[in-house]
């Protein structure tokens, strides 16, 4: 497994740890940031490694692993992305023996996904480092030897982290979220997503690990592997700020509608800086996707369903101050 010292990393190897017994090879640079129990139980193996030198581990990626979990990314610089996004990831994917590797989990991200679970070209054209490079490599995907067993996961967005886990990006955001829903639940907007919690990725991943979806390749189009977009069903913004709203005890007496041509105005009026990927998304708008998955479409209980889960374990007051 890489990118275990990860927000999602940390949740999927503490439930392999504390819920399977399955031999673990966790590649991760800095060892110190790793929060769970390694030495929980035997069996738990840590090699302090970077995925830019993944040849070093050639011979256990050929002779040793059973199923791969690739979950280590790069978020920004250009050079640096497409090297283990791409180069590195692709690179370790090509090392894995096809007469012993069962499965490969790869995690890649649903903003490379149109609406229909199809490739988004604006992905690439328009999308930042890591949204672009990730299309990148799941575009090549199928050209691999081990293409037919990997399983590609397109998280939509993602909550989760606490004091033994580190904090997701849209987790870090909820506190300045709230500190201003005494304004945000006036506004109107159009738009919608999807959205999971790490926990539920983890229980996924781990489901998936003992359960290995078929191989699949389809000759006429050669489209190879699975794929499961991970999200809770869609929830409109509207919604989102209703629930949000309601969860602080503060009433809603009025909507004021954010049009495009206002959100627009109120960009230039403010000079507000916005990146190529975020002028896309706000005319997009409809971040939604087919066949979602979670937890419960696993026979599992979701850890979050509702923003309303997502707040409680976020470990926020009832009352805002």
Same mark, same amino acid.
Do not use: G, W
């Given at each position: 497994m890489t990118g275990a010292s990860g927000c999602i990393g940390h949740y999927i190897a503490e439930n392999l740890i504390q819920k399977t017994d399955h031999e673990l090879f966790l590649l991760v640079r800095n060892p110190d940031k790793l929060k769970f129990d390694r030495q929980y139980r035997p069996g738990i193996h840590i090699l302090q490694g970077d995925l830019r030198n993944i040849e070093e581990y050639s011979n256990l990626l050929q002779k040793d692993i059973n199923v791969a979990i690739l979950v280590a990314t790069a978020w920004g610089g250009a050079a640096e992305a497409y090297e &283990?996004?791409?180069?590195?990831?692709?690179? %370790?994917?090509?090392?894995?023996?096809?007469?012993?590797?069962?499965?490969?989990?790869?995690?890649?991200?649903?903003? &490379?996904?149109?609406?229909?679970?199809?490739? %988004?070209?604006?992905a690439e054209r328009f999308g930042i480092d890591y949204i672009r490079t990730k299309y990148q490599c799941f575009a090549r995907l199928s050209s691999l030897p081990i293409a037919d067993r990997i399983t590609t996961l397109f998280p939509t967005l993602v909550f989760g982290g606490d004091e033994n886990k580190p904090i997701s990006h849209l987790s870090s955001g909820i506190p300045e979220v709230t500190k201003w829903i005494g304004l945000i639940r006036y506004l109107k907007a159009d738009g919608s997503f999807h959205f999971i919690h790490a926990y539920d990725i983890a229980q996924i991943v781990s489901y998936l690990v003992d359960r290995p979806p078929s191989p699949f390749r389809d000759t006429q189009t050669g489209k190879a592997g699975n794929q499961f977009v991970l999200g809770s069903s869609a929830i409109t913004v509207d919604e989102a700020i209703k629930e949000v709203a309601a969860y602080f005890n503060k009433k809603i007496y009025f909507r004021i509608p954010l049009s495009i041509w206002l959100a627009n105005i109120l960009i230039k009026v403010f000079r507000i800086q916005m990146d190529s990927w975020s002028k896309f998304s706000l005319n997009y708008r409809h971040f939604v996707y087919q066949n979602c998955v979670n937890s419960a479409s696993f026979g599992q209980k979701n850890y979050c369903s509702t923003l309303t889960d997502i707040l409680q374990v976020s470990n926020l007051n009832q009352k805002l101050r």
């Open positions: &283990i996004n791409v180069v590195k990831t692709l690179a %370790l994917l090509k090392m894995l023996n096809p007469d012993i590797c069962e499965q490969v989990l790869y995690f890649s991200t649903a903003s &490379i996904l149109d609406r229909h679970n199809e490739l %988004l070209p604006e």
